[in-house]
């Protein structure tokens, strides 16, 4: 994607291809239409540049509105603020009760906004409205309340020492939990807002400042969330948000020497780059990476669960999680019934634009993303994976694909062993349980996994065998501010969401006193 001057070619009207045929013209809120600036230091600025780029509606490739196109002086700007404010200032200096409060009242303002929020998701990334409007913002209402409570609760321990060199002394030691800084914050498309709230929720509650980059395919909920943060009494340039490119913005991010951390959400690929980014002067990193995730059909499973669950698993957000369960494991016992419920389930799903009341299943979110995953289609039918139902683009126009189950997949083909991040999952029977297990790790990566099974036992051993961050017994995709939630291997470093997610933005400070 490339940033280009604009000046005020914004189109007040995006049209939805419906899928019965006719076109519905969708009015866009009256904020999309209004000029999008960056925050920084409490203000709305254009970018250093003058420079903007456009934002689509992926449903029909027409550009929503445009956004500044933040760059490496932008960047260095606001981590300045962020800095400032971190190391004086109103932030520094209010009770953590105080701070938990701002969250909180954060939370209470995204909820009188729902709707507004649900819409922007749909229109920006092309997700069903409702289903933002039952998950993506209802959750992070709940994280942002969730990480208001522990602002309060962070403290340290006490010890008692025995120094072996010090015969006699005695000492009174602490340690004290202490915000880790300045965090940038890269965040990817699929859940534009709820990613925001992952990252700005544990940032806040800890007292760290913030410099957020928004994903250049789905600035706006972020933009907006701004000035809720702004309206929920946050000081000024405690969050400081940064549309751009990820080339440009999110590389002077990671690299800054101003900055502490940086906590990225997005491709393995862009993981390791931060990671080199960040190496020169070891700023802290954390990563939420890719995922193949297996999915284990037992020979004990209820399939009347199992089948919708194995569906949803893949076909939810189009398979634009990274914990898609992309790879099906089914016991021979129960191969075809599965699949056939699969394929039934994926031929059912009602394609079109995410803001029409009855879409099931949005476009992908880019162009970008729909020849990747045509790209990735066309390679496993080439290497002879046959598609039970889909396997193609729905529709000509928008990013559009059908829901698609792959059979007769091996080891080794590029479908098998790649993230698609589309809805594409690879079905693959076994016979043999400790095979399964090993064809499940069998992965660079290690994010989630489930076991569908009416067996208790084997339930807890497979949990523990599958080396996943998350694993999910008879139930996907099943999120909540209080469960960590990361990744093994490649798929990432550190856990966000509940306690765990604090321990990445703080620092324990040791406190020894001679008495
Ligand atoms: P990406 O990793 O390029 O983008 C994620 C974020 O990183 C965006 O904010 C982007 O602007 C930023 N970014 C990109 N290059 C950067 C750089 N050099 N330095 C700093 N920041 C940078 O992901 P992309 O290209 O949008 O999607 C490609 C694939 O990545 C997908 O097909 C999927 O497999 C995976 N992905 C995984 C996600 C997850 O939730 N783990 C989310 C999005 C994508
Ligand atoms: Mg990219």
Request: aromatic share 6%.
């Amino acid at each position: 994607m490339k940033a280009s001057k604009t000046s005020s070619a914004r189109s007040s009207r995006a049209k939805a291809p419906a899928t019965n045929g006719t076109t519905a013209s969708i009015e866009l809120p009256p904020w999309v239409r209004e000029p999008k600036r960056l925050l920084i230091n409490g203000k709305w600025v254009d970018a250093a540049s003058g420079e903007t780029f456009a934002t689509l509606d992926p449903s029909t490739g027409e550009t929503l509105c445009h956004v500044p196109a933040g760059d490496k002086q932008d960047i260095d700007k606001a981590v300045a603020a962020a800095r400032a404010a971190f190391e004086s200032g109103p932030w520094r200096t209010m009770t953590s009760s105080e701070r938990g409060r701002a969250i909180w009242r954060l939370a209470d303002l995204l909820e009188q906004h729902i709707d507004e929020f649900a819409t922007l998701e749909s229109l920006d990334n092309g997700k069903p409205r409702a289903v933002a409007r039952v998950a993506d913002v209802p959750l992070a209402i709940d994280l942002f309340r969730y990480m208001a409570g522990w602002a309060t609760k962070l403290h340290g321990s006490t010890f008692p020492i025995s120094v072996p060199y010090a015969p006699g002394a005695r000492f009174f030691s602490y340690t004290q939990r202490e915000p880790i800084g300045v965090v940038g914050q890269i965040i990817p498309w699929n859940f534009p807002l709820l990613m925001a709230a992952w990252k700005l929720g544990p940032a806040l509650a800890t007292g760290c400042t913030v410099v957020l980059k928004p994903a250049e395919q789905t600035p706006l909920s972020a933009l907006r969330l701004g000035e809720l943060i702004q309206q929920a009494g946050i000081p000024d340039g405690v969050v400081n948000i940064v549309t751009g490119l990820g080339e440009t913005a999110g590389a002077a991010l990671a690299g800054h020497p101003g900055v502490d951390k940086i906590a990225f959400t997005g491709s393995t690929e862009v993981g390791k780059l931060i990671v080199k980014a960040a190496a020169h002067d070891l700023k802290k990193v954390s990563l939420e990476l890719g995922g193949k995730s297996p999915n284990i059909i037992l020979p004990d499973a209820d399939l009347e669960t199992a089948i919708p669950g194995a569906a949803s698993a893949i076909f939810f957000n189009h398979g634009q999680c990274c914990c898609a369960g992309s790879r099906l494991y089914v016991h021979t016992k129960h191969f075809d019934t599965v699949v056939e419920g699969v394929a039934a389930a994926a031929k059912k799903i009602k394609v079109g634009p995410g803001m029409s009341a009855d879409t099931e299943m949005g476009p992908l979110v880019s162009e970008e993303q729909l020849n990747r995953v045509m790209g990735l289609l066309k390679s496993g039918q080439a290497e002879g994976a046959k598609p039970l139902a889909g396997g193609a683009r729905h529709g000509k126009s928008g990013y559009f694909v059908q829901p698609t189950i792959l059979v007769n997949t091996q080891p080794g083909m590029r479908v098998m062993e790649e993230e698609i991040f589309g809805p594409v999952v690879c079905a693959v029977p076994y016979t043999d349980e400790q095979e399964v297990i090993q064809a499940a790790n069998n992965n660079i990566y290690g994010l989630a996994a489930a076991v569908w099974t009416s067996n208790l036992s084997k339930a807890h051993q497979i949990a523990s065998a599958i080396r996943a961050g998350t694993v999910w017994v008879n139930c996907y995709n099943i999120f909540d501010a209080a469960l960590p939630f990361g990744g093994y291997k490649q798929s990432g470093w550190g856990r966000e969401m509940g306690a765990e997610a604090l321990e990445l933005y703080t620092e324990t400070k040791s406190v020894c006193i001679r008495l």
